[in-house]
């Protein structure tokens, strides 16, 4: 009999957990670790790119974008970073040229970051413990350089058959999608969307000075 | 100024505070989080994680009279009436086009989804629901001094483009940089004391315990610093930890921001705790106040020259370069504080 409640408790428990876990049911064709194998493989890659010499400036470029450019969800970057609140000021042909600007300087600026850290020849990466909830996985990494080391957060969701996909990246705890959004909030109130959106066209830092 | 900040502390955790951190501080900055073990995300789960529905609502009531400004306060997914977003709404102020398109009725906003393409409207609106963690950039922020800190920001950017910049860069033609990175070191480890008083005040034991180790073996190994073999050979990573920290560790915000001449952006709290620090910094004592902020500012040129180029790459990326720098400061020492 003992052994009977015995083992009624062990499928208990047994049911009892698999419930528990039933929820993630949904990541099973992407568990979490994907986000993380996704992100090493990225940047594995793009290390061993930025360490062929015989590529030009321009070469690298391309081929880091290629690699990257599957993992990032630009489009929701770029909608995320403007914010609804001037997101739904714009029309639908000025979201276009909105995304493709932003994403533009986004790479840009991507760019002109790991020009330096390439710079670096020792260069290390080292990718720390996730953490995941329902369909999102951050990603902690710490890339060390001479006498100096950077934490960055690497902030993936789950995109539907795309898989783990980048919608904000933190460096030193400063999230690219908050910078741009309180900014895009400021600049909002003085200026009008079509002159917000030929500002985009430029990475120069126009002074704007006592504008209040 | 950024890494002119350093100067205060002589570390690198200025560096931090100064946004500069996004780009470059993020070297040094970075290294003052070293010891952290990056445990954020369970922190501060609900923040990043909540999922909130405003925007369904707010998509759904688009064109209320309230505007943009009137986010609901409580998330209001099943609401979704327009009645709430009146209620509670948590002001904002309109920026500009609100009065446009103001006060249309639930139905009519369909007409007007229609007009361009209102499947698609949804769908981003959703995704703004989903991803509600940037919302409270979208608050207004407490900012009195707003009209001198933009006056500073742009002092201060160019007195580091056109003064402390060129400086370092003519101090680097002279100084080999093997050189220059054994000064940084020696300042920085002269910031002990700062370290380990605030780490004793946050009981952070064990970083306080590192902090003395690091001390002891960078000053003797270490020829008095100009060497850091702590971390090289030991894996004891600095703990940088400030009295900003300290205050904010025991629940003190940041008060409104303050830019500071050369020393950059900060805010209420943090230029107290600059202040308090200044006096753990045996540079003051030594030296006495004059000739110690003399030997900060090599400390900071210093530090900039091995840093050349960063804050105009950093900046470059930046809409508006006060806002940019005011929102990198407070998100990275929030990081710090939560560190």
Known sequence: MKKILAAAMAALVIVLVMAAVAPAEENDAHPPEDAVKRLEESIDEVLYILKNKDLTTEEQKERIEAVIDPVFNYGLIARLSLGPRNWRQLDREQRDIFVERFVRRLKDSYFENIAMVQGDAETRVEIREKSAQDNRVHVPIRASMKDSSVDMLYKFHLDGDEGWRVYDVEISGVSIVASYRSQFNEVMRDLSVEEMLEQLKTMEVPEIENQQ | ?339
């Open chain 2, 1 to 339: 100024m950024k890494r002119k900040r350093f100067s205060m502390e002589g570390g690198e955790r200025s560096a931090g505070r100064a946004a500069v951190v996004l780009l470059t501080g993020v070297v040094f900055l970075a290294a003052g989080c070293a010891g952290g073990k990056m445990p954020a995300l369970s922190g501060e789960s609900s923040p990043h994680f909540s999922s909130q529905s405003r925007y369904t609502a707010f998509a759904a009531t688009k064109g209320h009279g309230a505007g943009p400004g009137a986010l609901p306060d409580n998330p209001a997914r099943d609401t979704g009436g327009s009645g709430d977003s009146a209620g509670e709404g948590n002001p904002v102020p309109d920026n500009g086009s609100g009065g446009a398109e103001e006060e249309d009725g639930f139905e009519n906003d369909f007409d007007a989804l229609d007009e361009n393409d209102g499947f698609d409207e949804f769908d981003d609106f959703s995704d703004f629901d989903e991803f509600d963690e940037f919302d409270r950039h979208d608050e207004e922020v407490f900012d009195p001094l707003r009209r001198y800190n933009r006056a500073m920001t742009t002092f201060n950017d160019r007195a580091y483009r056109w003064v402390i910049e060129p400086t370092a860069s003519g101090y680097a033609k002279v100084m080999p940089e093997p050189v220059r990175r054994s000064i940084q070191r020696f300042f920085k480890n002269l910031g002990y004391p700062i370290r380990l008083v605030n780490n004793t005040l946050q009981l952070k034991g064990g970083a306080a315990l590192e902090e003395t180790s690091r001390f002891l073996i960078n000053s003797t190994m270490g020829v008095g610093g100009l060497f850091d073999p702590a971390t090289s050979r030991f894996d004891l990573e600095p703990r940088n930890e400030d009295f900003g920290q300290t205050l904010g560790y025991y629940g003190l915000g940041g008060g409104f921001h303050v830019v500071l001449p050369i020393l950059g952006p900060s805010n209420v709290r943090d230029a107290f705790g600059i202040l308090v620090d200044g006096f753990l910094d045996p540079v003051y004592y030594v030296e006495g106040v004059y000739p110690g902020l003399a030997i900060k500012g090599v400390d900071a040129i210093n530090y900039a020259s091995l840093h050349l180029g960063e804050y105009e790459r950093l900046t470059a990326e930046a809409i508006d370069l006060y806002i940019f720098l005011r929102n990198a400061y407070e998100q990275n020492r929030e990081k710090q504080i939560r560190e």
